[in-house]
């Protein structure tokens, strides 16, 4: 799987997979529905709480998706 970046809406860059912090992606899914539904739902790991804000861009898979809601935490 390609490393997936954040573009944060401060201009900065955060990788979503980072040995240092022990953080990992668990999944990672795309669906694309007939009428133009395109989503990303991607599930990560980490010890550490992250900090992801609705506007942070993420390229995946070639395309370049917005954050339209929080993530939840389980």
């Known amino acids: 799987m390609e490393q997936i970046i954040i573009n944060k809406l401060d201009g900065s860059t955060v990788p979503m997979v980072n040995r240092r912090t022990a953080t990992r992606m668990k999944t990672a899914r795309q669906s694309w529905g007939l009428l133009g539904d395109d989503t990303v739902s991607v599930e990560v ?4 709480a992250q900090k992801y804000d609705i506007g942070d861009k993420i390229t995946i898979y ?3 998706y917005k954050m339209n809601q929080l993530p939840v935490v389980k």
């Open 62 to 64: 070639g395309r370049v």
């Open 45 to 48: 790991e980490s010890p550490f």
